[in-house]
């Protein structure tokens, strides 16, 4: 049926004049080798196919060519005429994208899909998007103005010449779906509160995941480009360009996930340092050369928006499901599974026994019937991470700032190697202490001041500045959630002095962290 768009569709019968190309199909066969490509080749001489009687045709065909793009091919005087368009079609009024006038192809071109071959013009995958027929609302060497009446497409769209063969593609009408919603540009992600497992009976509503140590990410897609975004709203998109062929693989689908970028050590597991180094790369070379040798994952676990419909007030556990049905896994990118068992109230435990055999940062519990809340930090969310306590050894200690000035801002922290006598510096905290705690370690380090590190191995340079080095002979504790790729302890937390350890006895958990000379 004709869409009911508010206005009388003039029908226009007038004769094509799209950038004046002749009809004889020439440009199409010039640039296209009969026996390399599968793609249609009709003989010289029968360039135009009779006239058809009814609504001319139209097809749309999503190409993946040396870039993604959509061909839109009218049916004109016996033949396609074809503009590709880099975005696909604007889903809404308002919007305009670019459309590229191309050679006319044979009307046997409409129902063209399949493989190209790489070095051949065009060479790629080409699929059937959409196909259907078009009335007619305007027809001149600068304007087309059509109703398209296909599967997926129903929708009044114009294209405007700009220069030579380049035109502009709007949407003149609405979409027919009354609860179409435009993607936001931005969505603030929601965020987890630390504590822990959910118990008792209540525990089977909720659901677990696994949590990642890598770099937090929304990522909208649209049109088979990337934009991508963490917690402080810089765009990232730039320094993962693995984002670009999981925009690509997802063709005209409109979406926006929340997930972790996460880069893999040769031991197969999350690492955070393999990662850290590419987090603030601008120099687009540089970027390229990292990411060959670091590569960089998506590891999706939100669905927030999906092709016109907003799901931030859809439950979670139907966020989830939604997200399994879409199928996303590639090369660089992967829907991990959470886990959710209506009858097990120990399935959280075993979760977390999991993540700790495999070394993971922790574990995230989701409320089944929790929704969306951007930018708020939720108790619907409960972030579970593992947790080591280390003995260490205190080798120093910076002046802290503001109200603390005076007082302790971070203890620089030692062990003694596993199979060596050297002290060596693994790290520093700055989080856990008490206003008393702070005083009580300000008057016995001031005690044992000494003049150079007592590390044998260097500080890096931002921890050295402006530090206190104090002899090695106090003893504490600390809880961390993990090491990173030089043995340095990650997210620690103060617990306190110990009395009854000598400093020799601390020694590292893991291997000897002698470096090479």
Do not use: C
């Not at 801002?409 to 705690?437: H, I, K, N, P, Q």
């Amino acid at each position: 049926q004709p869409l009911p768009l508010g206005r009388p569709i003039a029908v226009s019968r007038m004769r094509r004049g799209v950038g004046q190309v002749q009809r004889d199909l020439s440009v199409y066969r010039k640039k296209r080798r009969a026996n390399k490509t599968p793609e249609p080749m009709p003989a010289a001489g029968s360039d135009a196919a009779e006239p058809v009687h009814g609504d001319p045709r139209f097809v749309i065909q999503e190409h993946h060519a040396r870039s993604l793009h959509w061909d839109l091919r009218l049916e004109r005087d016996g033949v396609l005429v074809s503009w590709a368009v880099p975005k696909g079609l604007p889903p809404e009024p308002g919007q305009q994208r670019l459309a590229v006038h191309t050679e006319d192809h044979p009307m046997e071109y409409a129902t063209f899909s399949g493989r190209i071959p790489r070095g051949e013009y065009g060479g790629g995958d080409m699929y059937i998007w959409d196909s259907g027929t078009y009335q007619t609302v305007k027809w001149d060497d600068g304007h087309v103005e059509v109703v398209l009446q296909g599967a997926r497409v129903r929708g009044q769209y114009l294209l405007i010449r700009t220069d030579k063969n380049q035109w502009l593609l709007r949407r003149r009408d609405a979409p027919t779906d009354p609860g179409w919603q435009t993607a936001p540009g931005h969505v603030e992600p929601m965020l987890a509160t630390a504590g822990e497992l959910p118990t008792g009976r209540h525990a089977v509503e909720w659901g677990y995941e696994f949590k990642w140590d890598g770099v937090r990410a929304l990522v909208r897609v649209e049109g088979g480009r990337p934009q991508a975004w963490g917690r402080n709203r810089t765009d990232i998109t730039p320094r993962y360009p693995e984002l670009r062929a999981f925009a690509a693989a997802l063709g005209s689908t409109q979406l926006i996930v929340d997930g972790e970028l996460v880069a893999f050590g040769q031991d197969g597991r999350p690492s955070f340092g393999a990662l850290q180094h590419r987090m603030h790369l601008e120099n687009e070379r540089e970027i390229r050369r990292t990411a060959a040798e670091v590569p960089a994952s998506y590891l999706i676990f939100d669905l927030l928006h999906l092709d016109g419909r907003s799901h931030l007030d859809t439950p979670y556990r139907e966020r989830r499901e939604l997200l399994d049905s879409l199928e996303l896994r590639g090369p660089q990118w992967l829907v991990p599974p959470y886990y959710v068992d209506g009858s097990d109230t120990g399935l959280g435990a075993a979760v977390t026994q999991a993540s700790r055999e495999q070394r993971l940062e922790g574990v995230v519990a989701k409320r089944l019937a929790s929704l969306y809340r951007p930018g708020r930090r939720s108790l619907d969310w409960i972030k579970v991470p593992n947790l080591t306590t280390q003995e260490v050894v205190i080798g120093g200690w910076r002046e802290g700032t503001g109200q603390l000035r005076g007082s302790i801002g971070a203890l620089l922290l030692g062990v003694y190697g596993s199979a060596t006598d050297e002290f060596r510096y693994v790290g520093d905290v700055g989080t856990g202490f008490s206003y008393r705690a702070r005083a009580d370690l300000v008057g016995r380090l001031s005690a044992l001041n000494r003049e150079t590190s007592p590390f044998a191995n260097e500080v890096p340079a931002d921890r050295a500045r402006g530090a206190h080095w104090v002899r090695p002979t106090l003893v504490g504790e600390v809880l961390y959630r993990n090491l990173t790729d030089d043995n340095r302890l990650r997210h620690s937390v103060w617990r306190g002095l110990r009395s009854d350890k000598q400093p020799k006895q601390v020694r590292g958990t893991w291997d000897d962290t002698r470096e090479d000379e």
